[in-house]
């Protein structure tokens, strides 16, 4: 089959899956609503542009005093009027999907960088947090709990600055002479997250009342999820799919060797600092919103792998769209298996993965890709 024939028929293959699970999480809760009528909500949801007029929006500035800025006004029209139960609607809309929304994006990021991560490090036992993101995101988030640091988006800002900040110290810790070895990227990774777990460790023995909050997001939880969550992580996680999948001929090649590599014509450290960088970014932006979420980044892609094979133009989009459906599925999962109790969805993707992991290990795929 040919390359254009298997991703697309792939990738509709998930697309539908994922629709699939998003009706049936929807219609999952205390009040249990059809998948139809579930259908129906969000449809009734969407909403395009129709005009856009000059209106006026007030500023306040120094001094307490008020003053009315010109501003862009949109408006708009829904395309669908479908009867449904206000209550149904408030429940699907504002209750449900936004978490639903939130785990499938946080799940597409954390795959698609488990991608990358393993055909970096030709290694399919890679993950996402390999380099220390999911540590610095910690270190940053705890801290911001811990301080009862209170500025808008604060959690979110400084787990993603922390995120950033140690992938950015590995790669300066790994880099001698320009060039950037494998083995000592992976091995200042392993330094740096236990450097930073203690970190970590310290700040939760100060974090006094705030404890609890501090432990629940290194669980992993969509409990808070909203629109706005969803909206600073979506366009990151997109743009950073897209950069990524352009560059997935350039990592087929890299699985060759470096030196093979650079003899077919591919840059290999700029290839290298640009693989490394967005999948860095794209993983902060879903730990950021949601907390370390574990396995989500080596059981999806090295599953799709085993389905689809190691061409990486076929196995991100795949994986993306399978860490999506497996994150939907898993959070469904962990707030309506254990009655009232509303499970961390790390803890379910750990009862997943730990024993796949195990599995893996005692296969050679470990060995290579």
Not at 233 to 261: H, I, M, Q, R, Y
Not at 340 to 348: E, H, K, S
Request: net charge positive; hydrophobic share 55%; charged share 10%.
């Amino acid at each position: 089959m040919r390359y254009g024939t298997r991703v697309t028929t792939w990738c509709a293959g998930l697309a539908a899956t994922l629709v699939a699970v998003v009706l049936v999480s929807a219609a999952i809760g205390p009040t249990s609503l059809s998948p139809v009528v579930v259908g129906k909500a969000i449809l009734n949801a969407v909403a395009v542009p129709t005009g856009v007029r000059l209106g006026k929006q007030a500023l306040v500035v120094p001094g307490g005093l008020t003053i009315g800025v010109p501003a862009l006004d949109l408006r708009y029209g829904h395309v669908f009027s479908f009867a449904v139960p206000h209550t149904a609607e408030v429940i699907v809309v504002r209750l449900r999907l936004p978490r639903i929304a939130l785990a499938g994006v946080v799940g597409f990021a954390l795959a698609t960088a488990g991608v990358v991560m393993q055909g970096f490090f030709r290694n399919p036992m890679a993950d996402p947090s390999i380099i220390g993101v999911s540590s610095g995101a910690a270190v940053g988030a705890v801290a911001t709990i811990a301080l009862s640091i209170s500025i808008p988006f604060a959690l979110p800002l400084f787990s993603f600055g922390g995120a950033i900040a140690a992938a950015f110290g590995v790669y300066l810790l790994a880099t001698q002479n320009g060039r950037t070895p494998v083995a000592t990227l992976l091995l200042a990774g392993v330094a740096v997250q236990t450097l930073l777990g203690a970190v970590v460790s310290f700040l939760l023995l100060r974090s006094g009342r705030s404890l609890r909050e501090a432990v629940l997001w290194l669980m992993g939880h969509l409990h808070n999820a909203s629109w706005t969550k969803v909206g600073l992580a979506l366009p990151v996680s997109v743009l950073g799919f897209a950069v990524l999948l352009a560059f997935a001929a350039d990592l087929n090649v890299l699985l060759l060797g470096e030196e093979d590599a650079h003899n077919l014509g591919v840059e290999v450290e700029r290839t290298k600092r640009l693989l490394l960088t967005v999948a860095s970014v794209v993983t902060a932006a879903a730990v950021s919103v949601s907390g370390v979420i574990g396995f989500v980044g080596l059981v999806v892609p090295h599953i799709m792998r085993l389905l689809v094979g190691p061409d990486h133009r076929i196995l991100l989009p795949t994986s993306a769209l399978a860490g999506a459906v497996f994150l939907v599925a898993t959070d469904t999962v962990a707030r309506s298996a254990v009655g009232a109790v509303d499970l961390p969805v790390g803890i379910v993707t750990a009862f997943l993965g730990a024993p796949f992991f195990l599995y893996l290990l005692r296969k050679r795929e470990v060995r290579s890709l």
